[in-house]
């Protein structure tokens, strides 16, 4: 063979090289695993698993209480189940989610849309006792850390009437 063209196909062998590449802890598995605790979250509420969802929340009870002082206060999913269907929180199914920037490795923080039940956009809209300057929201925070038993919620859903 005086060419490469009369050479022809030449086969090389190579070992198979696997790269993961990660930033430490904020691995994209470790924000899709926060992502999905938080999006069963909301599920959950909206279906109203609430003993379900009391297993994914990490925040506290505390303002749940205070609403409910009737309520057996170490019933923590019916302390749920109240906040949702009795105390304005709005337990509705996420649209859309986006990670936010963060510098802690066991903390992530999305922001979160949601859907009404026909089908539109949440939008919250200021009435009555807000602080002055309170506009239409469709855009709120949240926040799931990684405990040594997997992720948890600290925040409760989104309240207003």
Not at 13 to 40: F, H, K, P, W
């Amino acid at each position: 063979a005086n060419t490469y063209r009369e050479l022809g196909p030449i086969s090389i062998a190579t070992n198979e090289v696997t790269v993961t590449i990660t930033d430490g802890d904020r691995s994209s598995a470790n924000i899709e695993a926060a992502q999905a605790v938080l999006m069963r979250y909301f599920s959950l509420l909206n279906e109203g698993q609430y003993g379900a969802a009391v297993e994914l929340y990490g925040g506290e009870f505390g303002i749940l209480r205070d609403w409910n002082p009737t309520a057996d206060k170490d019933d923590l999913p019916a302390l749920l189940e109240r906040g949702c269907t009795l105390n304005g929180l709005h337990c509705l199914p996420v649209k859309t989610m986006t990670p936010l920037e963060t510098n802690d490795p066991n903390r992530y923080t999305f922001a979160v849309q949601f859907e009404n039940p026909d089908g539109r956009l949440f939008i919250l809209i200021p009435e009555g006792d807000w602080p002055e300057g309170a506009f239409p929201q469709s855009l709120f925070e949240f926040t799931v850390v990684r405990t040594g038993a997997g992720f948890v919620v600290l925040e409760l859903p989104v309240y207003g009437f």
